[in-house]
C-alpha cells in the first residue's frame, strides 16, 4: 500500500492511491502557476483533456492513479480533485412570500438576467409569449443551439424565477416574471453531471454577462462537499464568479435532517445559500416549518449555513414536456430559485448592487421561524419585508451612519489642530 500524506489531493484521490489502485480517474487539477511547464505539457500526461478551465486555472480530464501520484508534489500543482458527479437537488410558495408585494409596486425584474445553470430550458409560452425571454441558451452537454429541456428540472427552476403566468391566467406566476433566463445546459437528462461541466458553465457566465446583462447565477445542483473552500474547485469557481460582479444564489442540498450536510458550492462563504421551507400549503407564514430533506449546517469549515430559507415543497412550476402546462416538484432545487427571482426584482429596483449589498438586505428581509441557525440561517424570506419598512430603515441607519462618520472624522481633525497649537505655543 503507497504511503500518501498530501493536503493537495482530495480524500477520494488519497483511498486510491493508498489503495495501489491502478484506474484512469476523472480529475480537476487546479495550477499555482498559469505559465508552468507542467501545464504546457499536460497533454503528455492526461490519458483524455475534457475542458481547460482558466476561471480556476486548472483542467479536467482523465489522469491514471500512477500519474496522480507522481505529479502531486510538484510545486506547479495547487491542488487534484475528484470530477465528483453533480446532480439535481429535487426531493403555494410566491403568496407565501409576499412575492406580489413588489409587483404591485412595478419592479417585475425587467430587463434583468438570470443564468439557471442546470438541465437546460424549454421554450415553454410562460417564457416565450408574447416576447420570447430565453435571451441566450448554452448546450455543454451535446452542443445544440436550440433551448430544449430533456429532464424538466432546469425548466421549472427557470418558471419559479420568471414565468409570467400567461397558460394559467397569472395562477403560476414566478417572482419575476418580466426578467430573462440564460439557459445553460450543463447536467443530462439524468439529472446528472460533472463538477467540470459546472464550472465551465460559470466560466461561460462570467464571460457573457455583458452581452446577456445577467446579473445572478442560479445553481439549483450540488456536490457533497469533500473538501475545504480554499481547495474545493467549484467552489473557487462561484467565488470567482462573485468578483466578477455576478450574485450567485445556490442550493444547500437535500440531505437533511442531519446536521453538516450543506453540499458545495452551497458551502462557500461568498454566495447566498438557500435550504427549504415547507409552508403547509398555506399562505398563513406561522405554521411552516423546515422541510425534513433540507440539508443543514455548519460547513465542514463550521460556517453558518444556509443563509437564508424559502418554500420548497411542492411548488408549481413549468413543465418541460407540455409547453402550456405546469407540474409540482420538491427540494432546495425549488426553494432557490425563489430567491433568485426576489434578488432581480431587488437589482429592477435598486439598479446595481453590489453582492454583498444584496446578502444583507436579504438576510434582513426573513420571518424567523425560530429554528437554529444551522437550520434556518436568517429565517424565511419575505418580499414585503424586502421592498417594505425593514429595508427603508437600514437605509436610513447607513445614512445615519454616514453622517455620523462624516461628524468624527472632523472632530479628529480638530483635536489634532488643537494639539498642532497647544506644542506650537509651549516652543
Not at 249 to 263: D, R
Not at 336 to 345: C, D, E
Not at 375 to 380: P, S
Request: hydrophobic share 35%; aromatic share 6%; net charge neutral.
Amino acid at each position: 500500500m503507497k504511503k500518501i500524506i498530501n493536503t493537495k489531493l482530495c480524500p477520494i484521490l488519497s483511498a486510491k492511491i493508498m489503495s495501489q489502485s491502478m484506474e484512469d480517474v476523472p480529475v480537476i487539477v487546479q495550477f499555482n502557476n498559469s505559465g508552468s511547464n507542467l501545464k504546457k505539457n499536460i497533454n503528455n500526461l492526461s490519458n483524455r483533456i475534457k475542458t481547460n478551465l482558466p476561471l480556476i486555472d486548472g483542467f479536467a480530464g482523465l489522469m491514471s492513479t500512477e500519474t496522480i501520484y507522481r505529479i502531486v508534489n510538484s510545486p506547479e500543482v495547487d491542488y487534484i480533485s475528484f470530477d465528483s458527479k453533480v446532480y439535481t437537488l429535487l426531493d403555494i410558495a410566491t403568496p407565501t412570500m409576499d412575492a406580489y408585494f413588489p409587483h404591485d409596486k412595478g419592479y417585475e425584474g425587467k430587463g434583468i438576467t438570470v443564468a439557471v445553470i442546470d438541465t437546460g430550458v424549454a421554450p415553454h409560452y410562460d417564457l416565450t409569449r408574447p416576447t420570447n425571454r430565453i435571451v441566450g441558451f448554452k448546450d455543454m452537454i451535446s452542443g445544440k443551439e436550440i433551448p430544449y429541456d430533456d429532464n424538466g428540472h432546469g425548466t421549472h427552476v427557470a418558471g419559479i424565477i420568471a414565468g409570467n403566468g400567461l397558460s394559467s391566467n397569472g395562477k403560476y406566476m414566478g417572482v419575476a416574471p418580466k426578467a430573462n433566463i440564460l439557459g445553460i445546459k450543463a447536467l443530462d437528462q439524468y439529472g446528472g453531471g460533472s463538477t467540470s461541466d459546472i464550472i465551465a458553465a460559470i466560466s461561460y457566465v462570467v464571460e457573457t454577462k455583458d452581452k446577456y446583462n445577467t446579473k445572478i447565477i442560479n445553481i439549483s445542483l450540488g456536490t457533497p462537499a469533500n473538501n475545504s473552500c480554499d481547495k474545493d474547485p467549484l467552489c473557487k469557481a462561484v467565488d470567482m464568479a462573485v468578483k466578477a460582479g455576478l450574485i450567485v444564489i445556490a442550493a444547500a442540498g437535500n440531505s437533511g435532517p442531519k446536521e453538516g450536510t450543506i453540499l458545495s458550492p452551497g458551502i462557500s462563504r461568498n454566495v447566498i445559500t438557500v435550504g427549504a421551507v415547507d409552508d403547509k400549503r398555506t399562505i398563513d407564514p406561522s405554521d411552516d416549518t423546515i422541510a425534513p430533506f433540507s440539508s443543514r449546517g455548519p460547513t465542514i469549515e463550521g460556517l453558518m449555513k444556509p443563509d437564508i430559507v424559502a418554500p420548497g415543497v411542492n411548488i408549481k412550476s413549468l413543465s418541460n414536456t407540455k409547453l402550456d402546462s405546469y407540474a409540482s416538484l420538491s427540494g432546495t432545487s425549488m426553494a432557490t430559485p425563489l430567491v433568485s427571482g426576489s434578488v432581480a426584482l431587488l437589482l429592477n429596483k435598486h439598479g446595481n448592487l453590489s453582492p454583498q449589498e444584496i446578502r444583507d438586505r436579504i438576510t434582513a428581509s426573513c420571518i424567523d421561524l425560530k429554528e437554529s441557525k444551522e437550520n434556518q440561517g436568517a429565517g424565511m424570506l419575505n418580499l414585503k419585508m424586502l421592498f417594505g419598512d425593514t429595508i427603508n430603515k437600514i437605509e436610513n441607519n447607513q445614512q445615519v451612519n454616514s453622517i455620523f462618520g462624516e461628524s468624527e472624522i472632523f472632530e479628529s481633525i480638530l483635536i489634532l489642530l488643537v494639539i498642532v497649537f497647544l506644542l506650537d505655543s509651549r516652543f
